[in-house]
């Protein structure tokens, strides 16, 4: 008799812990938005954008890079050579591991950006082949540069949601660059 009232229990707080880990899932699930999104740009992503194909996993883009001639671009922010920097001061530029043979365009994913950024990014998106898009895992930088390449008129837009981090954790080689600018 014992046992069967620690197994109802243990059955019964089974049940609870299930129950918040499918709220807590659920709790995460964040809807596109109509917009950019220009703040918190490290946070929930949707699973979705719209006019985009998802790849979820890096074994997929790996795959989908054997198989399609796609443009890759990492969209990471990055910091800018200081305005007024006179030309005899030494700036370096950041450098990123990423993913081989991409384009690092970074901050061409903020929600507001100047028209010099928003160029950069059609003159290196494919009008007829396939654009992958990434950054980090819970990034929107991605996912807003997904959405402005959708709308700079690319047909074939591929979102990477687990960025450089899930292609590493997988453990794919990296690849050192600096940022491709306007």
Known sequence: MKV??????????????????ATSINAE????????????????????????QVIETPE????????ANAVLIDVYP????PEG??????WIEPKRDTIPSSLWLANVGHGIVP??????LAENIPQQGPVVVFCEPSCWHSWN???????LGAKD??????????????????????PVRP
């Open 145 to 151: 540069a997904g959405k402005r390449a959708i709308e």
């Open 85 to 90: 920097l006179s030309k005899d001061t030494l």
């Open 60 to 67: 997929a883009l790996k795959l989908f890079m054997a198989n």
């Open 29 to 52: 699930t964040v809807p596109e938005p109509d917009g950019y999104r220009n703040a918190q740009y490290r946070a929930p992503v949707p699973e979705t954008l719209q006019g985009a």
């Open 115 to 120: 028209d010099s950024l928003v160029s950069l």
């Open 78 to 81: 990055a910091p800018n050579r």
């Open 157 to 178: 837009v591929y979102w990477y949601r687990a960025g450089v981090k899930g292609w590493q954790e997988a453990g794919y080689e990296l690849e050192t660059q600096t």
């Open 4 to 21: 069967r009232s620690l197994i109802k229990a243990l059955c019964v707080k089974c049940a609870i812990f299930l129950y918040f880990c």
